[in-house]
């Protein structure tokens, strides 16, 4: 009920007709779009790419100065769980990641120069990118440890570096690359951003990344890559020298909630699927699934932690709306694991209701149970935010001690 | 953040007066009180009422006429939760269970001789009443089967039955008794609600019930109780015959929502607690039991918790004010379960972080953990309400195959 | 400890052994055949079965007149968990599913002539077999509920019907099918199963079923199929007309036995890969995953599970091997849901602990992760496993009301 | 299965008569018992305990020397889950903490003065003793940080510090108390054990601790001790100085092992009223509480659970038995939170099926659920076990790491 206080008008209007549209053409064929690869799939969804736009849907949360709608975080949030439940309905929106999170970064700190030439193409869908931070020698839970060097050198950066989990890099036209710039500087002063076409001499593809069982491509891939002697003008920079995990803050709080959203999508589109399941698969005459307390006892459980879920991402949508990122730093936390738990929980008693049927690819929970396993682990793992925000809270316990 | 967007003026203004009010006069005292017998501690606590009472701030959310501030009911969740923290703070703003529950009744369904008889002195805090439904020989999850029987004979109902879990029937003025009055009715057209007397004869109180250790009195108290040709006039009848059921729900709707903000305000208080201690409990030399991750975990989740259970009772309170009780049925359940379970949970959790001290009644925790055991239970079990969910969303299901 | 106790001498001697040969010749290189279409691949297995046969080691707990060793199955229950750590184990030994449940099935029921055509080519691993019992159209939780037809014409049965989940179908020499025989019998006697080689004509493969983003093909699928009439001679039934139920119960028995100490074998290896990371991951310098007391947690937790669905386990197949499967059967409705649970427990943190890498197909945990969700399905889901211990038991208590 | 195989004769033989015994003339009675102060029901205790020792069952696992019946531990492990469903019944058989403790450490460690004068009038049940270790100032999570000290004086130690948790000191004859003898020395050797009488001048009670709402007293209490230039002959010190930690972990190792028992106990008697409710209460004609499926998950969950339970405590004994306490360290930290949370939710359970009833004294679960939850910390608490387990599976990994 709450939920409803907080749409706009403009979310009142647009929800039902994108809800039409995701419900009409994208959620009957998305099970067999996911099965094939992506660059034969591209122009079916650069087609219904074409439609978003002419609907006046297109980059929900942009600027309107680069052909997006405008709408605000907790308006996003409305529109991000109607399209999220199929894996297409972001990119559809070009509000995917990484590229969205791109744009933000462009838009808040990149040059005109920056801007025209990589935010513009970007926003209009014409080019897709990447972001290379991740590296398989580092814990990801310490960001702070990294081995990618950005040499100055005259005019230009060198660059030197092995990363992975750079989503979509495949055949994308620019990374935006985490690198050491200066190794002498405080921990979180020593990193910059730096924007590098793909086709720059030296940032070579070592593989797409297996994941749960799939390589992928394309938009729908996540590779392993190195920096071998990259050159880019230091115009390339992005931001200032050393801000770069500054930005990278910029970055993750509204991916954050992006990804929280886009799975309270996910989790009402597998509720619908066991509910319609246990309502209609019969296990004697006259008796379906559904009459098993069992099943509803799956049910009633994944309504009540659903709705709180989408509560607590929408609310923290507003905070951010209205107080900014950081005020709302422990909120994120709290979102991104209470969220991405009952994520896995829903999708997990999805297909147990579904017996058999439910680890087939037959339905598209299967899909879903495996790509989002990795919910609890990227953008910081379940551990990473629980003792982040619980050293936050303490933090206020011990100041009134002293 | 949502919780911000719907405090009204009104409340605004009162909270940190009656979160002062409670944090100085009442939350460093109440262990002490639980300690004490009911009638023993009464004048102290009715003094207190007196305070509560000349600052404005009795009966939350009854009607004006009755002394009440006439809050709202989503208004009164935020009271009730700054309140509820503390096992006397309903009753010293004269919105305890199960008078509430009673004036409410009365002022929706009682004549105005019952009114002036039982709803005025109660409001006033004059009197304390109960509400005799469980019956110990049928299972609560069937509310059809009772065996108390009302006859009408003449002017009269004679009344006979067994009732137990009376709340409060211990020193209480009235009883609203929950009893057939028409056998060969309809199911849920079979029983009625009388008021009786506590002093009429026939009226026996078997015992106050050993709860988890204790068996109370008073106010405290939960008792067994019997009427053997009970005879009251039959203007004693609350409501028509026949519409027990129907007003047992219009008690049970916000009764459950009272519960329901009362465990936030507990859920808080032993949140509390177990930060406080985490911060400051050593364990070696310059580290507390809060550097520990196991112990962050802990905070953490309950942290999350606790916000996503109050988000969904305040949500179900403000879908209640605007859409009635009905259109809430299915949240109300979500809520009395899923609320419930985190209450459980974070008692647990706090008590685990304080260790020995935590089983001790040094501190509230323990207290809390015996009486709030029955959280799960109490206004349908977890179960109850599950099945009660699932049954309600899958009708939709079943009806859109056919 | 316990298990020490019940350890034949024979195990204490083949089991280092055994061991030895997984870490030395399997667990190295399982990953990389896991990615392999079966056919190219079953070369290098049968290689290796080669291998596994002259040690002495073929057929474990198999007669020894069709090879076996003629271990009993508490013997082969350690055999089962050394090798069952690998996808590949079961059948470098030729103890996998679903042939080993076929042996067992001829064994028993089997004429001379069906041992001398099926059993004896199957126990020396020169053909694969499948059995196809569970039907598309309806709940697999009431095996009673059977669409497929043998109708007897002479001396053949005409077989008609749709299953699928027919594992392994692709490229087998025969199927053993359950058909109703009799649709009028009492609904147990009314299935019979009946051997189809695959070649006959109408018995038809729709398709291999796409199981967690993978098709699969031979022994690593699973097949959905048709019988349109298919005609076979009366003398392949097997047993008595009627029987099917019966034979089936003797096959799930033990199968549920095998499957829990396959993953008692995944238990292990995935818990090592754990401890492993979690000792060697650096997160700062000289601090490492395993001195975060969240991963310490996860460790702990998985140790505790695994030991004690270990011991379940033998001890169930100890039970079995001592007193048959009927007195078994409620042990085994235990260790299946119990075991199974445990199993998904302790992918999942085994998962978590590796963080980004452990979601990758570099290390053989996501295809465990991705494969073993069914464990809580097959054979039984851990509903139908619960609900069939609690009714065994509550008979009991019953019993002693009347 | 596997626990009939680990029975000796002995055993069997006992078995049966004990468990009756306990039937018939203890679980009938001790509900009420619970509820009389100890002082009043001690003389009915006694009287059983003459039966006890008059069937040839006192002391079953201790010196027959001592009047005990020498079984071994895991001989015991049978008779204590026997005997452990009541609160009462370690007491009844002379086997209860913390005098069992007192009473192994005498036999290990005592001068034959010292076993004459407190093991012998203790192994017959004449006085009873306590064990003062945890002080109130310091987390039990680390023992080596300790106020209490005894110092020298001639032939004297005097004795200062603070001590709580103190169980059975109200009305034992004599405590004995950890205290530091060399605060210079390496932290593990800084602590002795003494013996002192209670009835010594400076030995004060400051009061018997509330625990979960009761005081209680004898026996059944807790007490907050001080000791105040206590002075006790240097002989009333327990084996060497210094030697306070070793002997406490000979004190710790079987102790945990008895609670596990005993748990186990309280597991079989909370699974078979919870059963027996289930089967027979009725929530409408014909139908019963068990034919609920929420209710079956609870029961089949519960099974599984203490069936493991037990399997690994008996494990653990028997590991001690053959190789040694030590050997057994990661077993019985193993056991002590697995088996501690399943003792927790199978009472939780419990109580729930009974519905109201359940929170009632009216059984004996409400006891149980507030007792228990101690279990998870005394002895240890679920996270220092779990760290320690953890920590010593690592090791083996790190060390094959360098």
Not at 171 to 188: E, L, N, Q
Not at 221 to 233: K, L, T, Y
């Amino acid at each position: 009920m709450l939920t409803e206080l907080i749409k706009t008008e403009r979310v009142k209007q647009l929800l039902p007709e994108i809800k039409a549209f995701m419900a009409e053409e994208v959620f009957p064929y998305d099970l067999a779009w996911s099965k094939m690869p992506f660059f034969q799939l591209e122009s079916t969804l650069n087609a219904l790419r074409e439609k978003v736009r002419a609907k006046g849907w297109w980059l929900p949360n942009f600027d309107p100065h680069y052909g997006g709608q405008g709408l605000n975080l907790l308006e996003h949030a409305f529109i991000a769980e109607a399209i999220g439940g199929s894996p297409f309905g972001y990119y559809l929106f070009n509000c995917q990641a990484p590229d969205i999170g791109n744009m933000e970064l462009l838009h808040i700190a990149g040059t005109p120069a920056q801007c025209e030439i990589y935010l513009k193409p970007l926003s209009e869908g014409k080019i897709r990118s990447c972001f290379a931070m991740t590296e398989p020698e580092f814990a990801g839970s310490n960001p702070v440890r990294m081995g990618t060097l950005a040499v100055k050198e005259g005019d230009e950066y060198i660059i030197n570096g092995h990363k992975w989990f750079t989503t979509a890099f495949d055949g994308s036209a620019f990374t935006i690359v985490m690198a050491v710039t200066d190794p002498t500087a405080a921990p979180h002063q020593r990193a910059s951003m730096v924007i590098v076409p793909t086709d720059t001499p030296g940032l070579k593809m070592v593989r797409n990344l297996p994941i749960m069982g799939h390589t992928g491509e394309g938009w729908v891939s996540h590779s392993e890559i190195r920096f071998e002697n990259v050159r880019v003008p230091a115009s390339n920079l992005l931001g200032r020298e050393g801000q770069g995990f500054a930005l990278a803050q910029v970055r993750l709080g509204p991916g954050r909630i992006h990804h929280c959203m886009r799975w309270m999508g996910i989790c009402e589109r597998a509720f619908d699927l066991m509910c319609r399941y246990a309502a209609q698969r019969e296990i004697e005459d006259g008796r379906t699934l559904g009459d098993l307390q069992m099943v509803q006892q799956m049910i009633a459980e994944s309504r009540a932690e659903i709705d709180a879920a989408k509560l607590m991402t929408l609310s923290t949508a507003l905070l951010i709306e209205k107080a900014g990122q950081k005020a709302a730093a422990e909120d994120v936390s709290s979102i991104k694991f209470f969220t991405a738990k009952i994520l896995n929980q829903v999708l997990d008693r999805a297909i147990q209701v579904h017996g058999g049927l439910g680890i087939t690819d037959d339905t598209i929970l299967a899909l879903f149970y495996r790509e989002e396993r990795a919910a609890r682990i990227y953008d910081g793992t379940d551990e990473t935010h629980k003792a982040s925000l619980a050293r936050k809270i303490l933090k206020r316990y011990a100041v009134s001690k002293g």
